[in-house]
T-cell receptor, first 121, second 110 residues
Framework: GAVVSQHPSWVICKSGTSVKIECRSL??????MFWYRQFPKQSLMLMAT?????????EQGVEKDKFLINHASLTLSTLTVTSAHPEDSSFYIC?????????????????FGPGTRLTVL | LAKTTQPISMDSYEGQEVNITCSHN???????ITWYQQFPSQGPRFIIQ???TKVTNEVASLFIPADRKSSTLSLPRVSLSDTAVYYC???????????FGSGTRLQVQP
């Protein structure tokens, strides 16, 4: 249990274009999803928290109009990087938490996706 | 959120037991301790989680003393494939984000 997928696993785009990254919880319903960004040799940095059916909460310094987050269902959250620039090139990772009971998925524990490598030329 | 302190790096050899200690002096009553493993260009993988005393699963053990101001992740008989960065995180359960520190880079050699 507790499988989180991301698509695509990597993407290369031209500066000024928009890129959408999908995050899915495959075997559990995720009431909350998180988006992180990780630059080379650095730790993960939280970008935003997303609850199903409500607006995302962004961390200080993260532009909500540039990084659009949609959490339309209990198994899917999307991150759209709008008008991407080379400095947005990074490794984007999502995580999901399960708030139910029982099973092999630990309640309220974050499970991470495999990440998406974004390269903006 | 409680701040954590871990060694930046550790070296070991195949077959040895590795213990990584994390300090979290300001841990709160409702905080849990969670350890993740991350390989290059992959998302963190959940290893183990605990609140107090000892927790063991198929891959690791987690030792937490009574004062809970530190915790030790124990990896029995490491192999080359255990070379990774290990993160110790402390925080309440629930829909709260995790704050990642620098982690411990474990290098296992033959």
């Amino acid at each position: 249990g507790a499988v989180v997928s991301q698509h695509p696993s990597w993407v290369i785009c031209k500066s000024g274009t928009s890129v959408k990254i999908e995050c899915r919880s495959l075997d559990f319903q995720a009431t909350t999803m998180f988006w992180y960004r990780q630059f080379p040799k650095q730790s993960l940095m939280l970008m935003a928290t997303s609850n199903e059916g409500s607006k995302a909460t962004y961390e200080q310094g993260v532009e909500k109009d540039k990084f659009l987050i949609n959490h339309a269902s209990l198994t899917l959250s999307t991150l759209t990087v709008t008008s991407a620039h080379p400095e947005d090139s990074s490794f984007y990772i999502c995580s999901a938490t399960f708030s139910g009971q029982g099973g092999r998925v630990h309640t309220d524990t974050q499970y991470f996706g495999p990440g998406t490598r974004l390269t903006v030329l | 959120l409680a701040k954590t302190t871990q060694p930046i790096s550790m070296d070991s050899y195949e077959g040895q037991e590795v213990n990584i200690t994390c300090s979290h002096n300001n841990i709160a009553t409702n905080d849990y301790i969670t350890w993740y493993q991350q390989f290059p260009s992959q998302g963190p993988r959940f290893i183990i989680q605990g609140y107090k005393t000892k927790v063991t699963n198929e891959v690791a053990s987690l030792f937490i003393p009574a004062d809970r101001k530190s915790s030790t992740l124990s990896l029995p008989r490491v192999s080359l494939s255990d070379t990774a960065v290990y993160y110790c995180l402390v925080g309440p359960m629930g829909r709260r984000a995790l704050t990642f520190g620098s982690g411990t880079r474990l290098q296992v050699q033959p």
